[in-house]
């Protein structure tokens, strides 16, 4: 049996960006996996080593930050980085509470060697949009993505 609820024309609407947005997504990430341009790392470790790569040494709450990843989620896919040998976790000698990251020199090797291949088939992807589109696209990203920082908390 199918069951109807009834919704505003602002939910049918914003329900239907969502999903398109959400399987656009997916897609996208789908066609990269299958692409070979992340070699044999999950999407996370992948994230992971790019953002050490282009921001050097972090502290592990910050690759959760910035991943929009659970602290749980990174210790685990930290934990599988440094069996490959490919980062290396360092308590702070300053505050024994933080643990920071850093790329090894196989993991700097192996993400330099990947990231460059995985950037074009992320340009080939893209080119079905204009110039402009992406940029269009990208705002618009940034603008939901950035929704907490002006929504109040509902708490």
């Known amino acids: ?62 690759i959760c930050r910035k991943l929009l990843k659970s602290g749980g989620n990174i ?23 933080v643990v920071m990251v850093r790329l090894s020199a196989k993991g700097r090797q192996l993400i330099e060697e990947l990231f460059p291949g995985h950037a074009r088939a992320i340009a080939r992807e893209f080119s079905i949009l204009t110039a402009e589109e992406q940029a269009t696209l990208g705002r618009f990203c940034r603008k939901l993505g950035r929704q907490d920082e002006v929504l109040p908390d509902n708490s």
């Open 1 to 62: 049996m199918v069951t109807r609820i009834v919704r505003s024309q602002e939910e049918t609407r914003a329900l239907s960006t969502y999903s398109k947005l959400m399987r656009a997504a997916d897609s996208l990430l789908v066609r990269l996996q299958h692409g070979g341009t992340m070699g044999a790392l999950t999407v996370t470790q992948f994230g992971t080593l790019e953002l050490l790569l282009h921001k050097g040494p972090l502290p592990q709450h910050e």
């Open 75 to 97: 210790t685990l896919v930290v934990d599988n980085l440094v069996k490959k040998g490919l980062v290396i976790r360092r308590r702070s000698t300053t505050d024994r509470r």
